[in-house]
Every structure is written in structure tokens, then in C-alpha cells.
């Protein structure tokens, strides 16, 4: 049991009508999960406004409203607490009720369009192979101290969030690794939570169904470093022409990374091929088994903020000499007839671009270059020709197929996509709309040396056609087909 009083602290409150001081059990948001004498805070989410649940939770039990307007009937010997944003101060009832785990640990939140979820997975994996218990909480996977649990959203929501920090500190955890989205900002997912470090990887056209305009994306992740406090540290990537914009307002001290722009954090590539790149931090070299100048800039972040949390420059660069891909992050097998197959998440037209020049840049051009590539239904449309055409232009054959269609017809986005093929590259495509016998016909014409990219689910293990998931992973039936196909 709480003291709602000790829950409010901080909060930002409008009026109450009744008692603060009352014991109550939990926190809640979600109307059917209250149980009798539990907070119920009534959030105006993207598609429902808890608002209107407000009887509904009352009648189950609830002992205090937390909203953002008084209901006309106010039952007697509940307490109402009026604020100004509901989010926000669900957010801080959480942290207090879990007794600020966030204060206990360091946590290190990681924001961009690409490479949240490689920069935050290099960055437990290297602390933990520098001898630190730590927490992780990715697109992939949410780890503590080594126990994997099952993940659903890059950002999870607060109460579930401070739940896994609070144990995560009572394990003996002295770091946190998260992600934090665009949608996690702007729907305040992350009030609440103290970060030591903000780190921002890059920003390009995504997530425009959600944000609607390229402004609204980058204000939503430029607020994560407006909302810092003087005690946190933000660090930007000085070559992205938005990077030191994420910084204009920020009251954190702030430090940058570069490859090509003067920085604190100061990186070089010196060679580069198919199984990894001799790299330079800060006047020190090292050999990584990650490949792209995209895993350049994530690993160049992950230097910087060890660095800012206190590590020693040479264990780092030693430790990360040892890691190895991400999940569905360029990851790379060779076929037993010596087709090389690459998988790779790359899902923005920013991220397939990226990983198409860094092919181009390591391929002796004396192989055939064939990408498989979708989009997703029910996401950013203006997407699709973009893809298409970057695809195209940049592949001996572009093979577009289904990705997740969700909800829409798997044939009209592909129809949306071709859309975006210049004339002179039509002869270069095919469509196919069964991932799976686009990823067989690569197979198919493939020889060996030829190269292979799958992008856009990468990490993921299933399709969802129709609003159904099933089993599907792009490694998985690569690495079938080749065998059965005898590639």
C-alpha cells in the first residue's frame, strides 16, 4: 500500500476534491486492470480518452481519479485530483509508487530514426562484458541482468517501465539501455524517468501517418533533450544536419560524435569489407566485425557514452572489438555455394539507402546485386516509391514483395511502390507478392559471389497479413531455401 499524498509528489495539480491521504494498492490507466482501492488515471490516449471510464473504474473499486476533467457526478469518498496533463503525471505517480528506480540506476535513453536498437544492444552487451549487471529495453528484446522478456513496443508504457527499473535495481543492475520513440516522447511514455545520458543516432522521413509533418518528427524527438535537466549529459551526431538542432535547447551538457565534423567524440573509417571495418576513435584503432558506416556512427555513439559514464577509452574500444551484428541488423551468412545473404531491418528510404552504399562500397561490382524488399500496410505511404525507387536504381534487380501488410491489400502497395521506378530502371524489377517465393526466386537467380539483401523486417519473426500473425523469419527461410534449392 502508497499514501496517494507521497504518490503526488511533484505532480502538477489543478484542484482536489477529497482526501490525499489515503492508502491505495496501484496504478492504473487501463480501466479494466482496476482492482479495489487503486489509482485510476484517466489519460486521453491517441485512440481512446480514458475519461470516459472514469465511472466504469469507480465502480470496480478505485479509491482516487487522477484526470484531466472533473466528471459532472462526483461520487462520495472518492478522491479527485485535478491536473494539468494526465500523461505527465502518470507518469510521475509511477516513478514515486515504484520509489524512483531511475534515480538508482544510470540509464541511458537512445532517440533517432535509425539505429536505436543496435546502438542500445552494443551498449548492454559491451557494460556487461565490462563486468556490470545492467537492463536493457530494445524494439527486440527487454533483458535484466541476462533474463530475457518478451518486448511489444520500442517504448513500453511508464508504469510497465518503472516496474521493470524498480527490479532491474533491486537485481543489482547499475545501468539502463533503452530506446525511446518518437511516439514514447510525444505521448509522455518516458515523464518521470531521470536519464544520465540522451543519445541521438540520426533523423529522416519516417512515422509521417503518426507525426504528419517532418516538423512534428523533429520536435517530438528534439523535446527528449528540451526536458533534460542541467545533471544529464546529451550527446549528438555532429554530421547529421539536425543534430545540433536536437541540442539548441537543451539545459544538459552536450557533446557531440562525428565521422567527418570536428566533435569530442572523433571517428574514422580505415578499411572496410564483407566480414568488418578497421575503425578509429579518438586517435585508437580497432577491428569490428560490424560492417557500414551506419555501424560506425552506432558504435562511435556507444564509445561517447561510455566515455561520459567513466569508462576507460582502451577496455571500451577492446570489448567492442569482440561484439558481434545485432539481430536482422546487417546481418550476413555466406551460402554453401557461396551467395552471401544479407538481412538488415532497413525499413525507411534513409536506412535501405544506407545499406545499398555500403554494399556498393565493399562489392568488386563483378556480382549481381538483388534486393528483396516490401512496406509495411497501415504505415507512412509516402514511403513506398521512395523505397522503390532507391531499390531499383541501386540493385542489378529489385524483387518487391509483401513486408506486413496488416489491414491493406499486400498487391496495392506494391502497386503504390512501383510508382516511385524511374523508366530507365523498370527492366530491373519484378513483383512478387509471397515474401517467401520472392526470397526463393532471389535464391533462384542468384550465383555464387552474388549478393543478396532482404530488408524490412530484419529482427522479426513473423508476418501479419490481415490482421493475423504467423511465423516468418527472413534468416529462417533464407537459410532453408538455399539448402533445398542446393545455393
Excluded at 126 to 139: D, M, N, R, V
Amino acid at each position: 500500500m502508497r499514501n496517494l499524498v507521497d504518490l503526488l509528489y511533484k505532480v502538477s495539480i489543478s484542484e482536489t476534491i477529497g482526501s490525499t491521504k489515503v492508502e491505495v494498492n496501484n496504478i492504473q490507466f487501463d480501466s479494466r486492470k482496476v482492482s479495489k482501492n487503486d489509482v485510476f488515471v484517466a489519460v486521453n490516449g491517441v485512440t481512446v480518452d480514458g475519461h470516459q471510464y472514469i465511472e466504469k473504474a469507480i465502480g470496480l473499486g478505485t479509491k482516487a481519479i487522477v484526470c484531466e476533467v472533473l466528471p459532472e457526478n462526483l461520487v462520495e469518498g472518492v478522491t479527485y485530483v485535478k491536473v494539468e496533463n494526465s500523461t505527465i503525471a502518470l507518469g510521475i505517480l509511477a516513478s514515486n509508487f515504484y520509489e524512483n528506480p531511475t534515480k538508482d540506476l544510470k540509464l541511458v535513453g537512445v532517440t533517432g530514426t535509425n539505429g536505436k536498437t543496435t546502438t542500445t544492444t552494443l551498449l548492454y552487451e559491451l557494460f556487461t562484458k565490462l563486468g556490470y549487471a545492467c537492463a536493457l529495453i530494445s524494439t527486440i528484446k527487454i533483458v535484466i541482468d541476462g533474463e530475457v522478456i518478451p518486448s511489444t513496443h520500442t517504448t513500453p508504457d511508464i508504469l510497465t517501465l518503472n516496474k521493470m527499473f524498480r527490479e532491474a535495481v533491486d537485481r543489482g543492475c547499475e545501468f539502463a539501455f533503452m530506446e525511446v520513440s518518437s511516439h514514447g516522447i510525444h505521448q509522455n511514455r518516458i515523464a518521470g524517468l531521470h536519464f544520465e545520458v540522451a543519445g541521438f543516432t540520426n533523423i529522416t522521413h519516417d512515422h509521417l501517418d503518426y507525426h504528419k509533418t517532418f516538423a512534428n518528427y523533429l520536435e517530438a524527438k528534439k523535446k527528449f533533450f528540451d526536458d533534460l535537466p542541467k545533471t544529464s549529459t546529451a550527446i549528438s551526431n555532429a554530421d547529421d544536419k539536425n543534430g545540433k538542432v536536437m541540442l539548441q535547447n537543451t539545459v544538459a551538457t552536450k557533446k557531440l560524435y562525428a565521422l567527418k565534423t570536428d566533435a569530442e567524440f572523433k571517428g574514422k573509417i580505415i578499411e572496410h569489407q564483407f566480414d568488418g571495418m578497421q575503425l578509429e576513435f579518438n586517435g585508437k584503432e580497432f577491428w569490428t566485425s560490424l560492417i557500414g558506416q551506419f555501424n560506425a556512427y552506432n558504435l562511435l555513439l556507444v564509445f561517447g557514452v561510455a566515455s561520459i559514464l567513466g569508462q576507460d577509452e582502451l577496455e571500451v574500444l577492446k570489448a567492442l572489438s569482440t561484439l558481434g551484428n545485432v539481430d536482422g541488423r546487417f546481418q550476413t551468412f555466406k551460402t554453401e555455394s557461396g551467395i552471401i545473404v544479407i538481412v538488415d531491418y532497413a525499413h525507411t528510404p534513409d536506412a535501405l539507402e544506407n545499406v545499398l552504399d555500403t554494399i556498393e562500397g565493399i562489392r568488386t561490382k563483378n556480382e549481381k546485386l538483388i534486393t528483396v524488399v516490401g512496406c509495411g500496410g497501415d504505415r507512412d505511404k509516402t514511403k513506398r516509391p521512395e523505397m522503390a525507387d532507391i531499390a531499383s536504381e541501386k540493385s542489378n534487380l529489385a524483387i518487391f514483395t509483401s513486408d506486413n501488410p496488416r489491414t491493406e491489400d499486400a498487391e496495392e502497395i506494391l502497386r503504390e511502390m512501383e510508382v516511385g521506378v524511374k523508366a530507365q530502371f523498370y527492366n530491373r524489377t519484378l513483383k512478387i507478392t509471397d515474401r517467401k517465393e520472392a526470397i526463393k526466386t532471389a535464391l533462384k537467380m542468384a550465383e555464387p559471389k552474388d549478393i543478396i539483401l532482404i530488408a524490412g523486417k530484419g529482427h522479426e519473426t513473423y508476418q501479419e497479413i490481415n490482421g493475423v500473425r504467423t511465423h516468418f523469419s527472413d534468416v529462417e527461410v533464407a537459410s532453408e531455401l538455399s539448402k533445398i534449392l542446393n545455393k
